[in-house]
């Protein structure tokens, strides 16, 4: 199975803030990942699709990059909505399989 | 307006069944493979399997070959996700997520939560 690996598995950030987060695949995926974001209690909402295309509806502060084995997802000027937790996602072969996630908290 | 709306949430005993169900709409059912996720309390996603709701084909993830059993009704547009021989480490939210086109999901269920517990 290929292992994907977020870093960092946290992190506090205020209003205002950019963040980035990155997602490692366990092999070659080329674009293959997508990124979700998750608020306790709801199912996970995708953001972007194909590493780098912002789903419809989806503000632009979102966005994506990457491609092989290494991907960044940044959050432009965060919002209080953003505080969430972010999920990469890669397609490249099943079984899918996700990252651990990282938690983004207010400071 | 497309929806996924799943069964409520249950409680087994170990060794028990679930069946969890999830009903879509807006829609056409058979156009969209569905995806079953699971999420233990505190953790992240898992993916378990999907279902081509028009053929009725199904893929599970290795792990849950064997003890997981996937169907569909095309007469209500309803998928359901059959858990076996469940056991505590079953606890978990369990979601159903449409596919969209490249292995996303783009339009998911509520979640039906389904505690295992003695």
């Known amino acids: 199975d290929i292992q994907m690996t977020q870093s960092p598995s946290s992190l506090s950030a205020s209003v205002g803030d950019r963040v980035t987060i990155t997602c490692q695949a366990s092999q070659d995926i080329t674009n293959y990942l997508h990124w979700y974001q998750q608020k306790p209690g709801k199912a996970p909402k995708l953001l972007i699709y194909?590493?780098?295309n912002l789903e419809t509806g989806v503000p632009s502060r979102f966005s994506g990059s990457g491609s092989g084995t290494d991907f960044t997802f940044i959050i432009n000027s965060l919002q209080p909505e953003d505080f969430a937790t972010y999920y990469c996602?890669?397609?490249?072969?099943?079984?899918?399989?996700f990252g651990q996630g990282t938690r983004l908290e207010i400071k | 307006q497309v929806q996924m709306v799943q069964s409520g949430a249950d409680v087994k005993k170990p060794g028990a069944s679930v069946k969890v169900s999830c009903k879509a709409s807006g829609y056409t059912f058979t156009g969209y493979y569905l995806h079953w996720v699971r999420q233990a309390p505190g953790q992240g996603l898992e993916w378990m399997g999907w279902i081509n709701p028009n053929s009725g084909a199904t893929n599970y993830a290795q792990k849950f070959q064997g003890w997981v059993t996937m169907t569909r009704d095309m007469s209500i547009s309803t998928a359901y996700m059959e858990l076996s021989r469940l056991t505590s480490d079953d606890t978990a939210v369990y979601y159903c997520a449409r596919e969209g086109l490249g292995f996303f999901f783009d339009f998911w269920g509520q979640g039906t939560l389904v505690t295992v517990s003695s």
């Open positions: 194909d590493a780098s």
């Open positions: 996602q890669q397609y490249d072969e099943l079984p899918l399989t």
